[in-house]
Nanobody, 117 residues
Framework: QVQLVESGGGLVQPGGSLRLSCAAS????????MGWYRQAPGKQRELVAV???????NYADSVKGRFTISGDNAKNTVDLQMNRLKPEDTAVYYC???????????WGKGVLVTVSS
């Protein structure tokens, strides 16, 4: 079993910043990537950012230049620094983990990020 525990969500005003953190534990051998997805009300879950063990990163176009993902391979954690937040960033953010040579996605329970004045 893989456990993913997220923290750092909350309410922030437009233009503000938040930092999300995710820690993985359990059967976490052969990790390929850790990242963040989000799901807004009435919408499908979408990729926000992902970081591979090899050090490459990928971002959704909508967050490029505003969000930064950082992974710590030794600690099995991944953080998401979110700057210049917009109301459209409001969503539940889920931590994701994938293993090498596997199509299985592991998910955290999610944290709510609300961007509102």
């Amino acid at each position: 079993q893989v456990q993913l525990v997220e923290s750092g969500g909350g309410l922030v005003q437009p233009g503000g910043s938040l930092r999300l953190s995710c820690a993985a534990s359990g059967n976490i051998f052969n990790i390929y990537s850790m990242g963040w997805y989000r799901q807004a009300p009435g919408k499908q879950r979408e990729l926000v950012a992902v970081s591979t063990r090899g050090g490459s990163t990928n971002y959704a176009d909508s967050v490029k230049g505003r969000f930064t993902i950082s992974g710590d391979n030794a600690k099995n954690t991944v953080d998401l620094q979110m700057n210049r937040l917009k109301p459209e960033d409001t969503a539940v953010y889920y931590c994701n983990l994938r293993k090498v040579s596997s199509s299985v996605n592991y998910w955290g329970k999610g944290v709510l990020v609300t961007v509102s004045s």
